[in-house]
């Protein structure tokens, strides 16, 4: 990508992202929103971003694909490796070549083994506390540059801000409150997904994808969407089956 | 209502407190105890944080009434501040045997895993008193975050599975909400039965939940009827 572009794309990630900052937004579709554009700014293929739960452990809330291979991947990175490091330590942590990062075998395999070769995670931090992490897979070989870390930062800085923003942050407790939350929207749109793919026959990625553009379309959370769908208040089988043959 | 006598110990309760420690830190309350109840009704205490929370607990398994039950059927927050001033309409037995204890309040919080109720959590006060509604909502948020511990400790004490795994993986990854949703759709019911039933399969058949719902979503398992 050109210096320019890259630069309008960055301003336009900020404006958007200061836009719904202000309004009633859905958490899981801003995470997913920031690591699609931190995948493209930064020039990586894939990405996700995981959060904390209550045992420590980090679950995946966003990714730039449900399909299930990218996310054994993701899932494999909460174990060890980079991500978890970056977790741990609450910086960045950038791995131009997997296939001499001796420190996670398996982790190592499991992305090469998928054609990537190169890892950048960035934490999600406020103040001392790290909440979660961004992870960006790259098919080719190279570190980032200071300045990709730097922005990549930037948006996952903001972002956490608008995690944690809908409560005046008083506590880790009412930090913790916020997080649960988004794990919560996770479960109920798994769930969602399950539903649409038994009524459908839609596989997982093709299933949430259903699930978002309704939410856009009819300008609703996908978390309420995900309740709806749940609780079988609306059926959208059909929507699935138009988009499935609309290709 | 059934339960396995061997899940439920002489005492009420099994006496491993950090699951009500959350509670107990946060809300201006006297005691907790946490239960694990599935579709059946058959529940599985889970622990107590004093006597006083394991007898509630014991009355309302003994009664099939109470608090816990609302709060499982209805996946919303129960309270009642003020127990001498309640009309105890629902719950006319558990109402008169609660009275003989130093309880002035009650309130169950359901746990909750996205659409699913596992269970509730029951929190006393020794005198009358309401939650804020910050509380409230955080009494909700603390339900929902130790519900896959709470589910998962019952699950292994019913399996008697001394397997050390950790209570979030790997048997609540993805595969077991998704699972949720296609048997929810199967059966045409609800989350929470539906959860129930893969729970149910996995036990019946020895095998984890998690294999269980792996076999659901590559479609190597259905429970349509």
């Known amino acids: 990508m050109t210096k320019h572009t890259r630069e309008t794309k960055l301003s336009a990630a900020f404006v958007k992202l200061a836009d719904t900052l202000v309004a009633d937004f859905d958490v899981v579709d801003l995470l997913r929103w920031l690591v699609e554009e931190c995948t493209q700014i930064l020039d990586t293929q894939v990405g996700g971003l995981m959060l904390v739960d209550p045992a420590g452990e980090l679950q995946l809330v966003a990714s730039t694909s449900?399909?299930?291979?990218?996310?054994e991947i993701l899932q494999l990175a909460a174990g060890e490796g980079p991500c978890l490091d970056c977790f741990r330590t609450g910086k960045p942590v950038t791995v131009g070549d997997l296939s001499t990062a001796n420190d996670w075998p398996e982790f190592s395999r499991g992305a090469m083994s998928h054609g990537f070769h190169s890892v950048h995670a960035t934490p999600l931090r406020l103040r001392g506390d790290?909440?979660?992490?961004?992870?960006?897979?790259?098919?080719?070989?190279g570190e980032l540059a200071p300045e990709d870390i730097a922005v990549a930062q930037a948006l996952a800085d903001v972002a956490t801000i608008g995690i944690l923003q809908e409560r005046t942050i008083?506590?880790?407790?009412?930090?913790?409150?916020?997080?649960?939350?988004?794990?919560?929207?996770?479960?109920?749109?798994?769930?969602?997904?399950?539903?649409?793919?038994?009524?459908?026959?839609?596989?997982?990625?093709?299933?949430?994808?259903?699930?978002?553009?309704?939410?856009?379309?009819?300008?609703?959370?996908l978390r309420s969407v995900a309740d709806d769908v749940i609780a079988r208040k609306i059926d959208l089988s059909q929507d699935a089956l138009a988009k499935k043959s609309n290709g | 209502m059934a339960t396995d006598p061997d899940?439920?110990?002489?005492?009420?309760?099994?006496?491993?407190?950090?699951?009500?420690?959350?509670?107990?830190?946060?809300?201006p309350i006297t005691g907790a105890s946490v239960t694990v109840v599935n579709a059946s009704r058959s529940q599985h205490s889970v622990c107590s944080s004093d006597s006083i929370a394991s007898r509630v607990d014991e009355l309302q398994f003994e009664f099939g009434e109470g608090p816990q039950w609302k709060a499982v059927a209805t996946g919303?927050?129960?309270?009642?501040?003020?127990?001498?001033?309640?009309?105890?309409?629902?719950?006319?037995?558990?109402?008169?045997?609660?009275?003989?204890?130093?309880?002035?309040?009650?309130?169950?919080?359901?746990?909750?895993?996205?659409?699913?109720?596992?269970?509730?959590?029951?929190?006393?006060?020794?005198?009358?008193?309401?939650?804020?509604?910050?509380q409230r909502s955080s009494a909700l948020a603390i339900g929902s975050a130790i519900a896959s511990a709470a589910?998962?400790?019952?699950?292994?004490?019913?399996?008697?599975?001394?397997?050390?795994?950790?209570?979030?993986?790997?048997?609540?990854?993805?595969?077991?909400?998704?699972?949720?949703?296609?048997?929810?759709a199967q059966l045409n019911t609800t989350a929470t039965i539906a959860y129930s039933r893969l729970q149910a399969y996995a036990f019946a058949h020895g095998r984890h939940i998690q294999d269980v719902a792996r076999d659901v979503v590559n479609r190597d398992l259905t429970f349509e009827e």
């Open chain 1, 170 to 221: 008083r506590s880790s407790h009412l930090i913790s409150e916020q997080l649960q939350f988004a794990l919560d929207s996770r479960i109920l749109i798994e769930q969602a997904k399950g539903v649409l793919a038994a009524t459908a026959g839609l596989n997982m990625d093709a299933a949430f994808n259903v699930i978002r553009t309704y939410a856009r379309n009819h300008n609703q959370t």
């Open chain 1, 130 to 141: 790290v909440i979660g992490t961004m992870n960006l897979f790259s098919v080719h070989v």
């Open chain 2, 7 to 27: 899940l439920v110990p002489a005492d009420g309760a099994r006496t491993e407190p950090d699951l009500c420690h959350p509670f107990l830190q946060n809300l």
């Open chain 1, 66 to 71: 449900e399909d299930a291979e990218l996310v």
């Open chain 2, 151 to 184: 589910v998962h400790r019952a699950m292994r004490s019913a399996l008697d599975d001394d397997e050390d795994e950790s209570p979030t993986s790997p048997a609540f990854r993805r595969e077991v909400h998704q699972a949720t949703g296609m048997i929810l």
């Open chain 2, 76 to 134: 919303e927050l129960v309270v009642v501040p003020d127990m001498a001033a309640d009309l105890h309409g629902d719950w006319p037995i558990f109402w008169s045997e609660v009275r003989q204890l130093a309880v002035g309040a009650l309130f169950a919080v359901p746990m909750r895993m996205g659409a699913v109720t596992v269970g509730a959590v029951t929190l006393y006060r020794s005198s009358p008193g309401d939650l804020s509604p910050e």
